[in-house]
């Protein structure tokens, strides 16, 4: 459990030798050849809650991939968080942002899912999946950059919704709701 360490640049190296790891709090993305997002590839037990920080030092979508998020069927939560937080950062590149997310799709019984700074200019298509029916909390905080919402109307079991600092969001169009979708959130509430 490293909750609140927020000054940790990286993970240690080896920790895609723990397994049979069930808990674990925070990830830290580091630079380089240093832990990267898959070291998180043979952590096949991981359960509960799990939050991902400085994903802008993700390399790639080929290493996003390789964390295979949509093999840990045990994880109910999963917080993906470009920056750190306690600083601005300026996206160098909204193109490899949206393609690393795109990569980080989670497993189909996942209940709570924020995502924080991203830096891309939209969402990937997987976040307003109808198959997500069990995800019963959704975040977008800080998204600066994105331009339209992705189609969460669509998600059944969505009690709460929270979009805050989307700064350049404009309009928000019937495509949140989702295609073909005749009673749009039906289980929210906040």
């Keep these: ?22 808990t674990l709090s925070d990830f830290i ?11 998180l590839k043979s ?4 359960c509960g809650k799990l939050c991902i920080w400085r994903l802008e030092n ?8 390789e964390a295979s998020l949509c093999d840990k069927k045990c994880l109910e939560a999963l917080s993906l968080k470009w920056g750190s937080p306690y ?6 590149d909204q193109g490899a942002e949206e393609n690393v997310l795109d990569m980080l799709q989670p497993h189909k019984n996942i209940k709570q899912l924020e995502i924080m700074q991203y830096g891309g200019r939209r969402f990937p298509t997987w976040l307003g999946d109808p198959s997500f029916s069990n995800m019963v909390a959704l975040k977008l905080i800080g ?25 350049v969001l404009r309009s928000i169009g019937s495509e949140f709701c989702g295609k073909n ?10």
């Excluded at 993700?58 to 991939?65: F, H, I």
């Excluded at 600083?87 to 160098?92: A, E, K, L, Y």
């Design 1 to 22: 459990d490293i909750r609140g360490a927020h000054l940790l640049t990286a993970m240690p190296s080896g920790m895609k030798r723990l397994k049979y790891l069930h």
């Design 29 to 39: 993305v580091g630079k380089g050849i240093v832990s990267g997002l898959k070291d």
């Design 43 to 46: 952590l096949t037990f991981l």
């Design 58 to 65: 993700a390399n790639n979508s080929w290493e996003a991939r």
């Design 87 to 92: 600083q601005s950062r300026n996206v160098n």
């Design 143 to 167: 998204c600066k950059n994105c331009t339209s919402l992705p189609a969460v109307g669509q998600l059944v079991s969505l009690k709460e919704l929270t979009i805050e600092r989307m700064l």
């Design 181 to 190: 979708c005749s009673k749009p959130f039906q289980s929210l509430e906040t």
